[in-house]
Structures are given as C-alpha cells and as structure tokens.
C-alpha cells in the first residue's frame, strides 16, 4: 500500500503545484492530465512490485 499512497502524494503535489501557477491553458490542462494518468497506470505495477519485496 505504501507505493500507492507515495503515487498519490506526488500527484496531489502536482496538482497543488498547477494550481499556484493560475489559470492554465489547454495544452497545461492536457499535459497534467497526461501525467496523471501515467501515474495510475503505474499504481498497479509499483503496488505488486512492493508486495513481492516486502514479501521476502
């Protein structure tokens, strides 16, 4: 659980971060998304990679 809860915290971040810059603009917009996402398609990943080591 520990790197899911670490992948939620830098995109909070991340979304503190655009908020203190203002209003954004489309391309702003679609690029936080972009990272957002990729962010959730590592969740999985890094969940079970720290499942198997702590494992051990």
């Given at each position: 659980m520990e790197g899911q809860t670490?992948?939620?915290g830098?995109?909070?971040?991340?979304?503190v971060q655009s908020k203190v810059?203002?209003?954004l603009d489309r391309a702003g917009k679609?690029?936080?998304m972009a990272i957002?996402?990729?962010?959730r398609l590592l969740e999985q990943p890094a969940y079970d990679y720290d499942f198997?080591?702590?494992q051990k």
């Amino acid at each position: 659980m520990e790197g899911q809860t670490l992948l939620a915290g830098k995109v909070e971040r991340l979304a503190v971060q655009s908020k203190v810059k203002g209003p954004l603009d489309r391309a702003g917009k679609a690029s936080e998304m972009a990272i957002i996402g990729r962010f959730r398609l590592l969740e999985q990943p890094a969940y079970d990679y720290d499942f198997c080591f702590t494992q051990k």
